[in-house]
């Protein structure tokens, strides 16, 4: 079975620094995974995803992950905080065929940006 | 591009009552899937609609149910509501045809039992 752990609930860096959130996984194939935002009464948003093309993806917003398959982990870094970046973030994992196409999410972590 | 939309955006029912969601996928996708996120619990699979069947459900009792229609929106129905069952409730569109299965979520319902 999937699974997704999130290191931290919550969060807090100064505007400006270093952003990074920790996500490792466990799967039996080969994972897609995506980083979600879900900023206060709204929904998800796909800020990037792993499909294999590369281990270092971009996403939006200055986001990046690196997918590191000997630490089976996918961890989500922006170099330089702002305040709108004060949201909930959400690693998600998907095996296409053997989980029935679901996303099974971490239990997010939660980031105050401080001025 | 209209993305995927939801409502109601607030639900209010005492317990006992049955709740009536509804999702529009994005034009094009086929497949729709039902999150919960309640307080402590994170998000939760609850359904996944593709072609109008249902091919997959989560952990959760029977009382939840749903339907996916011919234009492929779908209905998520919660029968005999308790107050668990409070939370937001997010819906998930997919073209089935994807290969990286990349779900474009609406804003939620958020459903709150008293």
């Known amino acids: 079975a999937q699974s997704v752990t999130q290191l931290g609930s919550h969060v807090s860096v100064s505007e400006g620094a270093l952003v990074l959130l920790r996500c490792n996984y466990s799967?039996?194939?080969?994972?897609?995974l995506f980083w979600y935002v879900q900023y206060p009464n709204q929904g998800l948003q796909l800020l990037l995803k792993?499909?294999?093309?590369?281990?270092l993806v971009k996403g939006i917003n200055g986001f990046e992950a690196e997918f590191k398959k000997s630490e089976t982990s996918f961890h989500l870094t922006k170099p330089s905080a702002h305040m709108s970046d004060a949201a909930e973030y959400f690693c998600a994992v998907s095996d296409l065929k053997a989980a029935g196409n679901k996303l099974t999410f971490g239990g997010g972590t939660r980031v105050l940006v401080k001025p | 591009e209209a993305g995927v939309t939801q409502s109601p955006t607030h639900l209010i029912k005492t317990r006992g009552q049955q709740a009536t969601l509804r999702c529009s996928p994005i034009?094009?996708?086929?497949?729709v899937y039902w999150y919960q996120q309640a307080l402590g619990l994170g998000l939760q699979f609850l359904l996944w609609?593709?072609?109008?069947?249902?091919?997959n459900r989560g952990n959760f009792p029977p009382r939840f149910s749903g339907r996916q229609f011919p234009n492929y929106s779908s209905e998520l129905n919660v029968n005999a509501l308790e107050l668990e069952d409070s939370a937001l409730y997010l819906c998930a569109s997919t073209y089935s045809g994807s290969s990286y299965n990349e779900q474009f979520f609406g804003p939620g319902t958020r459903l709150t039992v008293l």
């Open positions: 792993y499909t294999s093309a590369a281990t």
């Open positions: 609609y593709d072609e109008g069947e249902e091919r």
């Open positions: 799967s039996s194939v080969p994972p897609y």
């Open positions: 034009s094009g996708h086929t497949s």
